[in-house]
C-alpha cells in the first residue's frame, strides 16, 4: 500500500521492481499479485484495465485507511478487554503532554 499511495497509480510489475530494489529478500510477481487483488477484493485498492496490464490506484487516502484502521481495532480492543483497556488509554492520556493532549481533544470533537 505505501508504494501505491506513493507512486498515484502502480502495475504489480512497477510494485515488485520497487520491492526488490529497495529489501532484501526478493519476492516474485505472483505473490505480489496476489497481494495486490486481495487489496482490490478488500476495497483498499481500485483496478482499472490499461490494455493488457493492470493498474492499481488506492481506493482511500493513507489518512483515511489510518483512521479507519485505528477505529477498527480500538473497538476490537475494547470488544476484548473493556474497562482493563479504557484504564490503559486514560493512564495513558493522564501521561501526555498537555498540548498534544488538547490538540487530541480537539481531533475527537470533530467527529
Do not use: C
Not at 505472483?30 to 490499461?50: A, F, P, S, Y
Request: proline share 2%; no cysteine; glycine share 4%.
Amino acid at each position: 500500500m505505501d508504494i501505491v499511495w506513493r507512486e498515484g497509480r502502480s502495475t504489480v510489475r512497477e510494485v515488485l521492481g520497487i520491492l526488490n530494489a529497495t529489501e532484501d529478500r526478493v519476492r516474485a510477481y505472483t505473490t505480489v499479485l496476489t497481494i495486490m487483488q486481495r487489496l482490490d477484493d478488500k476495497g483498499l485498492l481500485e483496478r482499472e484495465r490499461d490494455g493488457r496490464t493492470d493498474v492499481y490506484r488506492p481506493a482511500l487516502t493513507a489518512e483515511v485507511y489510518r483512521d479507519r484502521r485505528a477505529a477498527a481495532d480500538i473497538d476490537d480492543l475494547l470488544d476484548r478487554y473493556e474497562d482493563e483497556a479504557l484504564v490503559h488509554f486514560a493512564r495513558r492520556l493522564a501521561r501526555l503532554d498537555p498540548d498534544r493532549r488538547r490538540r487530541l481533544q480537539r481531533l475527537a470533537r470533530r467527529d
